[in-house]
T-cell receptor, first 115, second 114 residues
């Protein structure tokens, strides 16, 4: 079974600084997707960024980028120029590249932004 | 921009009662999911649904749970006899097609069982 591990239950960063959230996963598959979801206090799940395993290039979305290391099964999220609105729980998630496969989530990292 | 909607946003029910949580997926999406999140814990998969039948269900999704797509727009989760441990946030999600990677989540329904 696939597992997703987020080893940092809490992180904090000064506003305007850069922070990296860690995620590792375990799978025997070669084709899959990885995602980072943001969950603010409203508890809505918001997709931040996604990475296809077959792509070597790391995904970027504005201030958000990932460091995808397929061999190491590592998928970290870097947030640059942190803003107060970035404060939230961040969940890493995995999905096999097969039809309607479910998402498997990590336990989350709570990110605090220090003004 | 189209979005997944869920009603109600918060439901309080007594133990043993039946509840139905409603979701309206994005209109051209074909794959549907329910997840739940107990307060302070991670999001857990419950069930996936495609072509009017369940594709996969987790161990959590026992005989007390059922899903239905009664018409072309709604996707419901029914809990027949609620338990205290069913108290959680329930998220509906939908995905456009087989190749499409992202699942789009609704805002969730907070279920409180007393």
């Amino acid at each position: 079974a696939q597992t997703v591990t987020q080893s940092q239950p809490e992180m904090s960063v000064q506003e305007a600084e850069t922070v990296t959230l860690s995620c590792t996963y375990d799978t025997s598959e070669s084709d899959y997707y990885l995602f980072w979801y943001k969950q603010p206090p409203s508890r809505q799940m918001i997709l931040v960024i996604r990475q296809e395993a077959y792509k070597q290039q790391n995904a970027t979305e504005n201030r958000f980028s990932v460091n995808f290391q397929k061999a190491a099964k590592s998928f970290s999220l870097k947030i640059s120029d942190s803003q107060l609105g970035d404060a939230a729980m961040y969940f890493c998630a995995y999905r096999r590249d097969f039809g309607n496969e479910k998402l498997t989530f990590g336990t989350g990292t709570r990110l605090t932004i220090i003004p | 921009e189209p979005e997944v909607t869920q009603t109600p946003s918060h439901q309080v029910t007594q133990m043993g009662q039946e509840v139905i949580l409603r979701c309206v997926p994005i209109s051209n999406h074909l794959y549907f999911y329910w997840y739940r999140q107990i307060l302070g814990q991670k999001v857990e998969f419950l069930v996936s649904f495609y072509n009017n039948e369940i594709s996969e269900k987790s161990e959590i999704f026992d005989d007390q749970f059922s899903v239905e797509r009664p018409d072309g727009s709604n996707f419901t989760l029914k809990i027949r006899s609620t338990k205290l441990e069913d108290s959680a946030m329930y998220f509906c999600a939908s995905k456009r097609g087989r190749v499409e990677g992202e699942q789009y989540f609704g805002p969730g329904t907070r279920l409180t069982v007393t």
